[in-house]
């Protein structure tokens, strides 16, 4: 017998959704709460148990507009082109996420807190072939997930982003973080607009499952 209530959990992990237009602009956000989450993101698996993330959380109005302009030169036309090729297409799912990444995009500043998850890549080199990164990147991002899914029990939301990563060097400069520091994302973290998300729509299994062989 399962120690957890499967209804809850199931419930957590199926409504965590990407949170954009629904983030809460006013409200802030109580440093508790980022430390709290955090404390939890800590407990996920990392590769070779280096534990070699590092997390970055800006409250500072300026920094956070700052970020926010480096968001959107990273942004540059894209959203705008995929949203009207989405609207064109008919994908209607499709063309409301890069309406609410339009809407984040151009409100990001007043997100009350940026997360940005880091990772010691001090020991890729160079040269590193790609599965290394792949590694690296292994052994941040399920600590992001827990960090998100510990924000949605408290009533907060939160997406992962990687348009700024373009200006990175910018960001790290700007933030103040080591050359051997590698930004995974960004992620804006805010109450929400309500608590209740709806499943996603999503291709049915059958088609993306291969038992044994493909």
């Given amino acids: 017998m399962s120690v957890f209530d499967l209804t809850v959990t199931d419930a957590l992990l199926s409504t965590t959704r990407a949170v ?24 996920a698996p990392t590769g070779s148990n280096r ?70 890549a001090g020991h890729i080199p160079a040269d590193a072939p790609p599965r290394a990164w792949g590694g690296l990147m292994g052994s941040i991002y399920p600590a992001m997930w827990s960090f998100q899914l510990a924000l949605r029990a408290r009533g907060l939301g939160s997406v992962l982003t990687t348009l700024h990563l373009k200006f990175a060097d910018d960001a790290s400069s700007l933030l103040g973080i080591p050359q051997n520091i590698v930004q995974a994302g960004l992620m804006p973290v805010a109450y929400t607009i309500g608590t209740s998300f709806k499943l996603a729509k999503r291709r049915p299994l059958d088609e993306i499952v291969h038992w044994d062989a493909w």
């Fill in 20 to 43: 954009r237009k629904r983030l809460d602009l006013e409200k802030p956000v109580p440093r508790q709460i980022i430390t709290d989450c955090l404390e939890l993101a800590l407990q």
């Fill in 51 to 120: 534990q070699g993330w590092r997390w970055v959380v800006v409250t500072d109005a300026a920094k956070r507009a700052a970020l926010a302009e480096l968001y959107r030169k990273g942004v540059g036309t894209y959203l705008d082109d995929a949203y009207h090729e989405a609207s064109a297409s008919g994908a209607t799912q499709d063309s409301r996420v890069f309406d609410s990444a339009r809407y984040l995009a151009e409100n990001l500043q007043h997100v009350p807190v940026h997360v940005i998850p880091c990772i010691d």
